[in-house]
T-cell receptor, first 115, second 114 residues
């Protein structure tokens, strides 16, 4: 079953520009995580934000969480060609048996950064 | 670089074959997972092991059989698969199974069933 929905499905920008991806979810969560996946490879964990946090930074990444709107955004500043990948949000939705730590992934945003 | 190692990276098997996917982690994690990912789709959870015991089976067909020989190893035994089972199989681990844990993924094993 699917919990998160990323928006947009695809995003193409020039190097140096900022990229913003959004994620909406349906049920209560304990935390929300963002992952990156290069084509045909494994997922790399980027950042985890807990339900009682509103914003978190890690390097060029900024994640926000609005639990009242059940949405999160991932901002990548000063993008690079190496940021080209698919980005997924994932939640440990409580109503999905999240206490076991099983992540429910959204459909993902495919980001293309052109040099 | 990921600290979750999966082998083989690519596997082609016939529908009557028996094969296994292997996963290893040396981070001392006590929870391990198998996910399946079809092309252009998000990963979907198959199994969760916690302290070497199967804790979640997401209604996966019996032609997929997981095994956790010890806290560092996780196998996925494959038998009588169908072409629609062709996908990227991702192994993952976390310190514990629980809502506060970051999950670390391997690079995946590409499976093609012919």
């Amino acid at each position: 079953s699917q919990q998160g929905e990323e928006d947009p499905q695809a995003l193409s920008i020039q190097e140096g520009e900022n990229a913003t991806m959004n994620c909406s979810y349906k049920t209560s969560i304990n935390n929300l995580q963002w992952y990156r996946q290069n084509s045909g490879r494994g997922l790399v964990h980027l950042i985890l934000i807990r339900s009682n946090e509103r914003e978190k930074h890690s390097g060029r990444l900024r994640v926000t969480l609005d639990t009242s709107k059940k949405s999160s955004s991932l901002l990548i500043t000063a993008s690079r060609a190496a940021d080209t990948a698919s980005y997924f949000c994932a939640t440990d939705a409580r109503n999905y048996g999240g206490s076991q730590g099983n992540l429910i992934f959204g459909k993902g945003t495919k980001l293309s950064v052109k040099p | 670089d990921t600290e979750v190692t999966q082998t083989p990276k690519h596997l082609v098997m016939g529908m009557t074959n028996k094969k296994s996917l292997k996963c290893e982690q040396h981070m001392g994690h006590r929870a391990m997972y198998w996910y399946k990912q079809k092309a252009k789709k998000p990963p979907e959870l198959m199994f969760v092991y916690s302290y070497e015991k199967l804790s979640i089976n997401e209604s996966v067909p019996s032609r997929f059989s997981p095994e956790c020989p010890n806290s560092s190893l996780l196998n996925l035994h494959l038998h009588a698969l169908q072409p629609e089972d062709s996908a990227l199989y991702l192994c993952a681990s976390s310190q514990f199974s629980g809502v506060r844990n970051t999950i670390y993924f391997g690079e995946g094993s590409w499976l093609t069933v012919v």
